[in-house]
């Protein structure tokens, strides 16, 4: 019933930036939580991201500084940027929406990070 469509990851030197996009089917408003989360090989998937209802933003103290979450809310759309990108963040990343009951996913956009 809710599709989110993530998009924006790829290949990127060190340092450089990337921004994804998770453009949600239906109103932002809708959602008390939305967010990124990623995994990477091996590892446990862990919140990057997320923004509260009310504004109250949300970051992994390895991101936070470097990752600003933003969202449109005309075009139903949750952004993360990610500047000054390190090779311990690539990995696949995850957009995420939360209704009372039922939490909806993404597909997935690979940001893999290496020169």
């Known amino acids: 019933q809710v599709q989110l469509v993530e998009s924006g990851g790829g290949l990127v030197q060190p340092g450089g930036s990337l921004r994804l996009s998770c453009v949600v089917s239906?109103?932002?408003?809708?959602?008390?939580?939305m967010g990124w989360y990623r995994q990477a090989p091996g590892k446990q998937r862990e919140l990057v991201a997320n923004i509260i209802s009310g504004g109250i933003m949300n970051y992994d103290g390895s991101v936070k500084g470097r990752f600003p979450i933003s969202k449109d809310n005309a075009k139903n759309t949750v952004y993360l940027q990610m500047n000054s990108l390190k090779p311990e963040d690539t990995a696949l990343y995850y957009c995420?929406?939360?209704?009372?009951?039922?939490?909806?996913w993404g597909q997935g956009t690979q940001v893999t990070v290496s020169s």
């Open positions: 995420n929406v939360k209704e009372l009951y039922i939490d909806y």
């Open positions: 239906r109103s932002l408003s809708a959602f008390y939580n």
